[in-house]
């Protein structure tokens, strides 16, 4: 189970500022493990909500043979990402009493504030990047985590790294099934759990909790896709016959439909059409998805061709039972860019600036010497998300009734 970091951590620095981007990092593993600062040094001078763009090159077909005249080269293409810089603050107003006789800064201020910072960044990311994983397994026990890490695994010899629901350790539990003990740097091991599949696992708040009631696991067990849509911001799936409401995260797995690789080739999962936001009478947003592209393409067809989105239409839905499942997400080494921004322009405040494991904690400090009060604020300015959807998978453990062993 996760350990108090607050009692590990020994504390080396009488800055303050530094003291809350230590407590911070503590809780940051989501973002920090795993994740690359594709931006390091560009991101100074960006205004909030300005948006940087990542670029999935292709690749090239591969041809039997070595005459290179029989077809011609393929053409050259790039699928683009976007992602935007977003900035988060902790404001807290103390009076200059409680400056000089509050002498457990970190305990009451730090540690608080720092993990307040950190958890409003976390669950943005969660949100904004739901929807975003190119293949989900489902199911009970361990079976769905072996099967995601053994996924990941097949298509790149990169580290993965997972990270879920603190249930679902509870749910392991439950199975006999434990962890691989694995060494952690002491700021990383914040909710370690272990190795399992040759993936190293974490807990992490805010994944949301998907509830299959049984209304809606007997329609998606008949549903077919009526339609498939390409839109601008993201494409639409609308299923017959479901009228129960999709809870935003579900994913759904259409018959026929695989994900690629890193390359743009077959593998053996489904592609998972996961659902933006909860979905109504059947038409579910999902984030879009690359069907055309030779290296950059993110789906294809039973036998490996492009999918031609005409004939989705007719095709089956595979079921999910119905009970509440906890969810996960495991991602290979540099499937998710984090970096924050080292500087602000705050020429009129008093400003600090404190740094640890990757994170910049900015603190602006106000004084009203009439009221006889100091206003803090700790402001982090954040580009992060996942950069490679086809690097990255879902799972969702069903939960199970206590003493239920499921392997």
């Known amino acids: ?16 500022t530094d003291l809350v981007a230590l407590r911070a990092a503590e809780s940051a593993n989501y973002l920090t493990v795993g994740s690359k600062k594709y931006f390091k040094g560009q991101l100074t001078g960006l205004r909030d909500g300005i948006t940087r763009r990542f670029v999935i090159r292709d690749a090239g077909e591969f041809q039997e043979g070595i005459d290179l005249s029989a077809k011609g080269a393929s053409t050259l ?22 400056g000089v006789t509050d002498v457990d800064w ?12 950190i958890n409003g960044v976390v669950q943005k990311v969660i949100n904004d990047d739901l929807g975003l994983q190119n293949t989900a397994f489902i199911g009970k026990g361990w079976m769905p985590l072996n099967k995601a890490s053994r996924f990941l695994g097949s298509i790149s010899t990169e580290s993965r790294y997972g990270f879920v629901d603190p249930m679902v350790d509870s749910v392991l539990a439950s199975a006999g099934k434990s962890w691989e003990p694995v060494s952690a ?39 077919t896709v009526s339609s498939y849509t390409t839109g601008t911001d993201y494409d639409t799936l609308a299923l017959s016959g479901v009228t ?15 994900a690629c690789d890193l390359v743009g080739d077959k593998t053996s999962a489904n592609k998972a059409f996961i659902a ?15 069907f055309t592209g030779v290296g950059t393409r993110e789906a294809c067809a039973a036998d490996g061709d492009n999918v031609d989105i005409a004939n989705i239409s007719g ?12 969810m996960g997400i495991i991602r290979l080494d540099g499937a998710m860019e984090f970096e924050t921004l080292d500087e602000l322009d705050t020429s009129n405040a008093e400003t600090k600036y404190g740094k640890n494991e990757g994170i910049t904690v900015v603190e602006q400090r106000a ?35 206590p003493n239920l062993v499921v392997m």
């Open 367 to 401: 004084i009203d010497v009439i009221k006889g009060s100091n206003k803090t604020r700790w402001t982090v300015g954040t580009l992060a998300g996942i950069v490679e959807k086809r690097a990255v998978a879902m799972v969702l453990v069903k939960d199970v009734a």
């Open 315 to 326: 095709a089956k839905v595979k079921a999910i039972e119905a009970g509440d499942y906890y």
């Open 1 to 16: 189970m996760a350990t108090n970091q607050y009692t590990q951590n020994q504390v080396y620095t009488n800055l303050k």
């Open 276 to 290: 933006l936001e909860d979905a109504t009478a059947g038409s579910v947003k999902v984030a879009k998805v690359d």
């Open 77 to 98: 293409t790039e699928r683009y990402v976007d992602k935007t810089m977003h900035f988060g603050n902790v404001l807290i107003d103390t009076n200059i009493v409680e």
């Open 185 to 223: 740097d002491p700021i990383d091991a914040e909710g370690m759990l272990g190795k399992l599949s040759g993936t190293e696992f974490r807990e992490t708040q805010f994944l949301p909790t998907i509830t299959i009631s049984d209304e809606l696991a007997a329609e998606l067990a008949s549903a």
């Open 106 to 117: 970190d305990r009451e201020i730090a540690y608080p504030n720092g993990k307040k910072l």
């Open 244 to 258: 129960e409401t999709i809870p935003a995260g579900t994913p759904i797995i259409v018959n026929g439909i695989f």
